[in-house]
């Protein structure tokens, strides 16, 4: 059994996301990140960089694991699904993960930071970070131009970096033109365990779309990121 310790983000959604498709069965810790309750002594004894998600396997002496990539990693060698291990696919998997954990994810983030949480307008940092995601779409988009999936077969990649891309209008940043992007979003939207998955610990309007909630959202994500 695992432990789920998570939130209604992009990186949060990876995590439910995974457990779906891989049929494992876990327990939902929801971690309200606008609260500060994931810098708790008792969070940061699972997690020390106090980030969701987290994971605590029950089965194996309660280790955790933090690092929304290495939790997708750690889940699929567990099931032995959605990983390869022929070298090659393996290889090209883990890079698609790494090209959204250390692209994807982080421009993205910023670019949400500037554009939708900082009481200034700073255009310049906008710009900047909207279109260098806008870019890795791209290198996406034509990924995705030979190839059904990321990986070649439904992986992992494909769960870490769909969360991401289907905020991409939260970002400010358009998908227009993208043509086989737009395809892969459309086929993982409708896979039955992505849905569920989205759900996780709580519906997304809590966060995201209703004005009120929306508000209280936001001022929760300017206490992180300190403006």
Do not use: C
């Not at 990186?11 to 309750?37: H, R, W």
Request: glycine share 8%; net charge negative.
């Amino acid at each position: 059994m695992i432990d789920l310790y998570t939130w209604s983000t992009p990186n949060g959604f990876k995590a439910s996301i995974a457990l779906e498709e891989l049929e494992i069965p876990y327990n939902v810790y929801p971690i309200d990140i606008a609260t500060g309750v994931q810098k708790s002594p008792e969070y940061l004894a699972i997690n020390p960089n106090g980030r969701i998600p987290a994971i605590v396997d029950r089965d194996n002496d309660g280790f955790a694991v933090f690092e929304s990539g290495a939790i997708l990693i750690y889940l699929a060698e567990l099931a032995g699904k959605l990983l390869p291990t022929e070298r090659n696919a393996r290889s090209t998997v883990l890079q698609w993960l790494m090209f959204q954990m250390g692209g994807v994810g982080p421009m993205q983030g910023q670019a949400n930071v500037f554009f939708r949480y900082f009481d200034e307008h700073i255009p310049a940092a906008i710009e900047r970070y909207q279109n260098e995601t806008r870019r890795l779409y791209e290198v996406l988009d034509r990924r995705l131009e030979d190839v059904e999936f990321l990986g070649g077969d439904y992986s992992i990649a494909d769960i870490a970096t769909f969360p991401w891309v289907r905020r991409h209008g939260w970002s400010g940043v358009s998908v227009e033109g993208l043509d086989h992007l737009q395809r892969w979003l459309e086929t993982l939207s409708e896979r039955p365990a992505v849905q569920r998955g989205l759900l996780v610990p709580e519906k997304e309007t809590t966060t995201q779309s209703a004005a009120g909630d929306q508000e209280s959202f936001i001022k929760g994500i300017r206490s992180i990121v300190g403006r």
